[in-house]
């Protein structure tokens, strides 16, 4: 058995993919994911939408040793370690890309552990999703420290630093938006008004206040730091079901549209929306995504496989790259940017762990 001392060699196949204007591919080779609060009426009809033939993207991924763990939710520590956690296989972990070396750090069987985030000290925080906890795991020792979470709130789903360090998570069937203070290990929980709104992905904007994508809902949620008061904000459409999150340097918000195949900008100064038709088309099902340095728009279409990585230009409006995983994918969750080597990092259903080099 593997234990908090032991390394693994991984192999790494590195894939270069050649960003051409795909076209629109169809989404019809993967059935659409059901969903529970999804509207009964049909979708209308979007027209595909083309992309333009700009830029080139690396995609490379690593191989995660440990077979059918959900590998997800990468994160770059200080030391350029980039931290994963096994969704399924119970355990955080490490990979050295220069190496390809691996190290697993065993939870407890049953934690669940949904989601990531590395300290500038490098400390190591996860979402304990099943097993009702926030843990804090020294990568020196291995020891972890297990912060419970109050009644009602027994599902961490994504954790988020604000700007003093402490942390901002989202809990999906508890519905409701929570703070750890790391300093006190004291714990503020806010319930989200509309039921099953499902809490989801989490930004945190340089005023230190969250950005909730509510999956349940066709709302986005904020909370004012320093009152704990939330305000939600409603989609133009109804059948919306707002993903995840991303922050652009104007102050937007940004948001994929799983249900629907839209991607939309919202505008906080002025509560306004702008949304696009994405290349996939209204079952392309856009999941992850991320923000670059150049204020570009990064999300991978999860409807059909192999999953694609797709860009957007704000300031140009249009869809820039559109990349194929080169394993195909088959979910991707989540993506984080590391702006000092200028990649998207992701977990992929495939059992790996990768990099895409941004132009």
Same mark, same amino acid.
């Given at each position: 058995?593997?234990?908090?001392?032991?390394?693994?060699?991984?192999?790494?196949?590195?894939?270069?993919?050649?960003?051409?204007?795909?076209?629109?591919?169809?989404?019809?080779?993967?059935?659409?994911?059901?969903?529970?609060?999804?509207?009964?009426?049909?979708?209308?009809?979007?027209?595909?939408?083309?992309?333009?033939?700009?830029?080139?993207?690396?995609?490379?991924?690593?191989?995660?040793?440990?077979?059918?763990?959900?590998?997800?939710?990468?994160? @770059?520590?200080?030391?350029?370690?980039?931290?994963?956690?096994?969704?399924?296989?119970?355990?955080?972990?490490?990979?050295?890309?220069?190496?390809?070396?691996?190290?697993?750090?065993?939870?407890?069987?049953?934690?669940?552990?949904?989601? @990531?985030?590395?300290?500038?000290?490098?400390?190591?925080?996860?979402?304990?999703?099943?097993?009702?906890?926030?843990?804090?795991?020294?990568?020196?020792?291995?020891?972890?420290?297990?912060?419970?979470?109050?009644?009602?709130?027994?599902?961490?789903?994504?954790?988020?630093?604000?700007?003093?360090?402490?942390?901002?998570?989202?809990?999906?069937?508890?519905?409701?938006?929570?703070?750890?203070?790391?300093?006190?290990?004291?714990?503020?929980?806010?319930?989200?008004?509309?039921?099953?709104?499902?809490?989801?992905?989490? +930004? +945190?904007?340089?005023?230190?206040?969250?950005?909730?994508?509510?999956?349940?809902?066709?709302?986005?949620?904020?909370?004012?730091?320093?009152?704990?008061?939330?305000?939600?904000?409603?989609?133009?459409?109804?059948?919306?079901?707002?993903?995840?999150?991303?922050?652009?340097?104007?102050?937007?918000?940004?948001?994929?549209?799983?249900?629907?195949?839209?991607?939309?900008?919202?505008?906080?100064?002025?509560?306004?929306?702008?949304?696009?038709?994405?290349?996939?088309?209204?079952?392309?099902?856009?999941?992850?995504?991320?923000?670059?340095?150049?204020?570009?728009?990064?999300?991978?279409?999860?409807?059909?496989?192999?999953?694609?990585?797709?860009?957007?230009?704000?300031?140009?409006?249009?869809?820039?790259?559109?990349?194929?995983?080169?394993?195909?994918?088959? +979910?991707?969750?989540?993506?984080?940017?590391?702006?000092?080597?200028?990649?998207?990092?992701?977990?992929?259903?495939?059992?790996? +762990?990768?990099?895409?080099? @941004?132009?």
């Amino acid at each position: 058995m593997l234990t908090n001392t032991d390394v693994v060699k991984g192999v790494s196949g590195l894939l270069a993919v050649a960003l051409v204007a795909m076209g629109c591919e169809s989404s019809a080779s993967r059935p659409s994911p059901a969903l529970a609060d999804e509207s009964a009426e049909s979708l209308p009809a979007i027209e595909m939408v083309a992309v333009t033939d700009r830029d080139t993207v690396a995609i490379e991924e690593w191989p995660v040793p440990w077979e059918s763990t959900r590998p997800r939710d990468p994160f @770059v520590g200080p030391d350029g370690r980039v931290w994963f956690v096994g969704q399924t296989g119970d355990y955080v972990a490490a990979l050295e890309p220069s190496l390809g070396v691996f190290q697993r750090f065993p939870l407890d069987d049953g934690a669940g552990p949904h989601n @990531v985030i590395v300290a500038a000290d490098g400390t190591i925080w996860y979402a304990g999703n099943k097993a009702g906890h926030i843990g804090r795991l020294d990568p020196s020792t291995g020891e972890i420290v297990k912060i419970a979470m109050p009644d009602g709130a027994g599902d961490p789903h994504t954790l988020m630093f604000d700007p003093v360090g402490d942390i901002w998570f989202t809990v999906q069937h508890g519905n409701a938006i929570g703070r750890l203070a790391i300093g006190t290990g004291d714990v503020d929980i806010v319930p989200v008004p509309t039921p099953g709104a499902r809490p989801y992905g989490i +930004v +945190v904007d340089p005023g230190g206040r969250p950005w909730v994508a509510e999956f349940g809902s066709n709302k986005l949620a904020t909370i004012d730091p320093s009152g704990l008061t939330l305000r939600e904000f409603e989609l133009p459409r109804q059948g919306a079901r707002p993903r995840r999150l991303a922050l652009t340097s104007d102050g937007a918000v940004w948001y994929v549209d799983y249900a629907e195949g839209f991607l939309g900008r919202f505008e906080p100064d002025t509560n306004s929306f702008l949304e696009w038709a994405i290349p996939g088309g209204r079952n392309a099902r856009p999941y992850a995504m991320a923000s670059d340095d150049r204020d570009r728009l990064w999300f991978v279409e999860t409807g059909a496989i192999p999953n694609r990585l797709i860009g957007f230009d704000p300031h140009s409006e249009q869809f820039i790259a559109a990349a194929k995983i080169p394993s195909g994918g088959h +979910v991707v969750r989540h993506i984080v940017f590391h702006a000092a080597t200028r990649a998207l990092w992701f977990g992929t259903d495939t059992n790996t +762990v990768a990099r895409a080099m @941004v132009p």
